[in-house]
């Protein structure tokens, strides 16, 4: 068994594995068509976002985050693609089993990057290099994608090393060549440097990451702040202590819709939102979690955020619930009418897992007979009122707030099975199926 060990800081080997234009890539690996092709994947409409763009899409500067009207004009032959976020996440999964079949200690950063601490392996799969490159090689035969790794003796030179060689990258950072790596690199480089951080550096001369490591740490502290000088001092002289924590948890989920126009009728977001709180509902189930806190993020047609929160009094991975919650969220949002809306999320956070409490997954109606000792389970019908009412009903409280819950997840789990086995399509809210496909935007 691969022992579980933590390495010092001195001598450890980290990689940072990251799967190369994850969204774009899966498509054109599912549809051999799309191969050598430029690939978009996000909202189709003018008001979409780029979620991944190929590298074919990127040589004419389309990149994520870009609004999808800015890609198209950039490379108009491009081929949009709607992303698929149920299957990434399946795709996910078997990447991120390869990690773990190569260490224990696998830091999961999103679904398609995570670092990986080998040290204690060397005896068992070699040293770093050999590793990353079982790791490249068991990700292209299983998975018929492509990653680029980064090998270093701490995460931050790690991360570095598989962005610069991409794609298909694997840079290896020697821990006697660390500063050597580092030093002739942009400041930009450095965590924690943006684009004001780095004009500011640049007006007294600090252009590479070895400038920052031989200015003196008072000189950075009298312009860029004290925290701030002694963290980028830090990483420029190579010293990154941060351990691979293992088992890294989400912290929130959350789905958005960018609408094709300006939505004045509060009543016409509500689609959009079910919908959003159904996908949302779904991942938190998919993770084996549960959310608390409920968050309505609205986006004013002249891109005033305005966000809404409750919490509820009991976790839950229940679209319906988080459904009304946020209808009732929706009602405290002042100018609708007057501004306009352009775009709606969901998020949920204060995440547990379904096991909390005692409770097994996703049946709260299971319990234990006082009189007998042993668990008996009551079966009831599915409950589909409610979900269509002019106005959010009042969400049930203590006892009938679990049972409630209990009839609303497994409704979920029935959902995602149709979905799983006929496709995202085949089963919908009646309210939303004349509203279309939104532009996904999931964090």
Not at 192 to 199: A, H, L, S
């Amino acid at each position: 068994m691969i022992p579980a060990t933590v390495a010092s800081a001195q001598n450890r080997t980290i990689l940072h594995v990251d799967l190369d234009a994850f969204y774009a890539s899966v498509e054109q690996r599912d549809e051999p068509a799309l191969r050598g092709q430029p690939v978009i994947v996000g909202g189709g409409s003018r008001r979409g976002v780029v979620c991944a763009a190929s590298y074919e899409a990127r040589r004419y500067g389309v990149r994520s985050a870009m609004p999808m009207a800015q890609a198209m004009a950039l490379c108009p032959h491009g081929i949009v693609r709607q992303p698929r976020m149920a299957h990434y996440a399946d795709v996910s999964a078997r990447f991120f089993a390869i990690l773990c079949a190569h260490s224990p200690l696998v830091e999961g950063l999103s679904l398609d990057e995570a670092f990986v601490d080998v040290t204690a392996v060397k005896k068992l799969l070699g040293e770093g290099p050999q590793v990353a490159a079982l790791i490249k090689s068991r990700v292209r035969k299983d998975l018929g994608l492509v990653a680029s790794v980064g090998v270093a003796p701490n995460k931050f030179a790690a991360k570095i090393g598989s962005d610069l060689h991409k794609p298909d990258g694997l840079v290896v950072v020697e821990p006697d060549g660390l500063l050597a790596f580092l030093h002739p690199l942009p400041v930009g480089r450095l965590w924690g440097v943006g684009r004001v951080t780095e004009q500011a550096l640049g007006a007294f001369g600090v252009r590479t990451i070895g400038d920052v490591a031989s200015t003196p740490l008072d000189f950075l502290t009298a312009r860029i702040g004290r925290n701030l000088a002694v963290h980028l001092h830090a990483l420029a002289n190579g010293v990154d202590e941060r351990p691979v924590k293992p088992d890294r948890e989400a912290v929130s989920m959350s789905h958005e819709h960018t609408f094709e126009q300006d939505e004045k009728d509060p009543q016409r977001l509500v689609p959009s939102i079910l919908l959003q709180a159904d996908q949302v509902a779904e991942r938190l189930r998919r993770q084996g979690l549960r959310g608390r806190v409920v968050t309505l993020k609205i986006k004013y047609a002249n891109h005033k955020l305005v966000t809404r929160r409750r919490t509820l009094s009991l976790a839950t991975a229940d679209g319906q619930t988080l459904g009304q919650t946020a209808r009732t969220l929706l009602a405290e949002v002042p100018g609708i009418a007057q501004l306009g809306v352009r775009l709606t999320g969901i998020g949920v956070a204060g995440l547990e897992p379904l096991e909390a409490n005692g409770v097994k997954r996703g049946d709260d109606s299971e319990r234990d007979d006082p009189s007998t000792g042993t668990a008996t389970r009551t079966r009831t019908q599915l409950a589909f009122t409610g979900l269509l009412s002019p106005r959010a009903p009042q969400l049930p409280e203590g006892g009938e707030a679990r049972r409630t819950r209990a009839r609303g997840e497994r409704l979920g789990r029935a959902l995602d099975d149709i979905r799983g086995r006929f496709g995202p399509g085949a089963i919908a809210r009646a309210v939303c199926l004349n509203d279309g496909e939104p532009d996904e935007s999931p964090e």
